[in-house]
C-alpha cells in the first residue's frame, strides 16, 4: 500500500507521468468537485453511494495498517462523506473517489485539506485498495492530485506524512518529487492503538514542476 496518513475521521497514501490537468472548469469547486482525468483512472467527488465499496477496502488490515483509524460501520462512513461535502462548500477540503477507468467502483479515496487559509498550505492522503497496489493507481491519481492543488487549489506547499516504516510508500512519493522534510516521532496512531513515526515530505510549486516535467523520475535528497 502506496497511502500517505490523513485521518478519514477528520475529513482522512504510487507507475508513469500523465498529462496536467485541463483547464479549471466554469463552476466553482466549492459548489462542485471536478472530474479529473487521468490515464488509468478518474477522480470525481465522494458520493455517500461509494461507502458500500470504501468501507471493507480501506477497512481491511493490510490498507488500514499505517492509517488513522477509518470509519468502522456503513453509517459512520456514510456520515463521513456527508461531512466531506460540508467541508468543501465551505472551503476547506475536497474529498475525491479512485475510479478506475472501465469500473464504475471506487477503488481508493483521495483527500486534500487546507492546513492555512485559502490552501495556501495543503495536505494530501491516499488509500487504494489492496487489489490494485502496483498497478500504478496510485501514480496516477497522485499526478491529479498535485496538479489540483497547485494549479486549481492555488496551494503555495502541499504535505504529505508517510509511515516511517512503509518503505515502498516512502519511495514513491520521493519519486514524485516530494522532500522529506524531518521525521515526526509517534505521530500516527492506528486502530490497534500502536503508534508509529511519520516522514513529513512536502512539495513546493517549483518541486512539482521540476519532477512533472522530469516524468516523476528525479529523486531528491533526505533532509536531516
Not at 514513491?172 to 508509529?196: I, N, P
Not at 511519520?198 to 512533472?212: F, G, I, N, S, T
Request: hydrophobic share 45%; with cysteine; glycine share 8%.
Amino acid at each position: 500500500m502506496h497511502e500517505t496518513a490523513l485521518p478519514l475521521t477528520r475529513v482522512p497514501v504510487i507507475s508513469t507521468a500523465v498529462e496536467p490537468c485541463e483547464a479549471a472548469p466554469a463552476v466553482d469547486w466549492r459548489e462542485r468537485l471536478p472530474m479529473l482525468p487521468g490515464r488509468l483512472a478518474t477522480l470525481r467527488e465522494l458520493t455517500v453511494a461509494d461507502a458500500v465499496a470504501l468501507l471493507p477496502l480501506i477497512g481491511a488490515p493490510e490498507v488500514a495498517r499505517f492509517l488513522s483509524p477509518p470509519p468502522k460501520s456503513l453509517e459512520r462512513f456514510t456520515g463521513f462523506i456527508e461531512s466531506t461535502h460540508r467541508e468543501r462548500r465551505a472551503g476547506r477540503y475536497a474529498g475525491f473517489a479512485v475510479v478506475p477507468h472501465g469500473s464504475d467502483a471506487p477503488a481508493g479515496i483521495v483527500q486534500i485539506r487546507q492546513l492555512e487559509p485559502q490552501f495556501r498550505t495543503a495536505e494530501w492522503g491516499i488509500a487504494l485498495g489492496s487489489a490494485w497496489w502496483g498497478r500504478g493507481l496510485f501514480q496516477d491519481a497522485a499526478h491529479l492530485v498535485l496538479d489540483f492543488a497547485f494549479d486549481r487549489l492555488g496551494a503555495d506547499r502541499l504535505e504529505a506524512r508517510v509511515a516511517a516504516q512503509n518503505a515502498r510508500g516512502n519511495r514513491a512519493v520521493e519519486k514524485l518529487g516530494a522532500v522529506a522534510e524531518g521525521l515526526l516521532r509517534s505521530s500516527l496512531q492506528v486502530a490497534d492503538g500502536t503508534r508509529h513515526d511519520q516522514v513529513l515530505w512536502a512539495w513546493l510549486p517549483e518541486d512539482w514542476r521540476r519532477a512533472r516535467q522530469q516524468g516523476a523520475r528525479e529523486v531528491t535528497s533526505w533532509v536531516h
